[in-house]
């Protein structure tokens, strides 16, 4: 008997439409031959399944939807939400109350590796090394001269709660820094500001794969922009380069940290971290948790390269999913 599979995608936050692109991807790849498998719309304004173009009203109640005068629940859901209510752990405790299994790490994983600021400081606690970093948050009185005193410039200021680098700038002057803030103040009301690390960017998938933690080939970013930003991740702007140009030494640092970061943040199903080296050594700069699923996406390119196609990816995502208790 085939299983039958929701992917909820879309989401209330900025990063909808790259969402309801990797929903898709997932859709377009799963085996309908294995799977039953659905599109659910998660929008502010609705929850629908979308069958033929027709909307279908989700019952929040226990997640499940009448077609053809037919009761439609599920078995598992694969998460492609980015942002609120998916990555940050929201929408997946309310599956846990329905005992509905998913494809993500436990809600409380979710919502802190979501929160930037919240893991970078668990992750210093174990050695990983990171940039400075400065806290704010809105309504705080801001000192340019403590902040730049602590951090330097060039600098990162960046939304606390947010993906796909929206409200993120880089700041070379100290008379931009406050219109950075107020951009990143636009998507969240917590914010950091961190040092420039000046080094190698990679970005490397680590997942679950055959009941074991699998680091997948690093992607190295070679931005035309100031910084890996939205042009530069989804509209062409970057070299993308799998794997990733570093030394052996490297690679292996890489490979140890991205597998003790992963563990350390008790993590299941994807994820896709950022890095930049400093002579040798990766320092971590922050994870993704349901990284971009598109064809252009970084984590389906290393899954490639590592020989894993994207139906292999997807599907063992369900299967691990479907085995937990």
Known sequence: MKRTIAIIMGGYSSEVEISLKSGNVVYEHLSKETYEVYKIHILKEKW????????????KHDFSFVYNEKHITFDCVFNAIHGHPGEDGTILAYFDLLGLKHTSAPFYQ???????????????????????????????????????????????????????????????????????????????DEILIESFLNGTEVSV???????????????????????FDYEAKYLGKSQEITPARISDEQLQNLN??????????????????????????????????????????LLPQQAQEAGISLNQLFSHAIEQALKTS
């Open 48 to 59: 629908v399944a979308i069958i033929d173009g027709h909307e279908y009203a989700i019952n």
């Open 110 to 188: 979710m919502a802190l590796t979501f929160n930037k600021r919240d893991t970078l400081s668990v992750v210093k606690e174990y050695g990983v090394k990171t940039a400075v970093s400065y806290y704010l948050d809105k309504g705080d009185a801001i000192d340019s001269d403590t902040i730049l005193a602590k951090v330097g410039l060039p600098c990162f200021v960046k939304p606390n709660n947010a993906g796909s680098s929206f409200g993120i700038s880089k700041v070379i002057k100290k008379d931009t820094l406050l219109e950075a803030i107020d951009i990143a103040f636009r998507e969240d």
């Open 205 to 227: 998938g680590v997942i679950e794969y055959n009941e074991q933690i699998k680091v997948l080939p690093a992607t190295e970013i070679v931005s035309e922009n100031d910084f």
């Open 256 to 297: 140890e940290t991205a597998k003790k970061v992963y563990k350390i943040l008790k993590m299941e199903g994807f994820s896709r971290a950022e890095y930049i080296f400093i002579e040798n050594e990766p320092y971590f700069l922050e994870i993704n948790t349901v990284p971009g699923l598109t064809n252009e996406s």
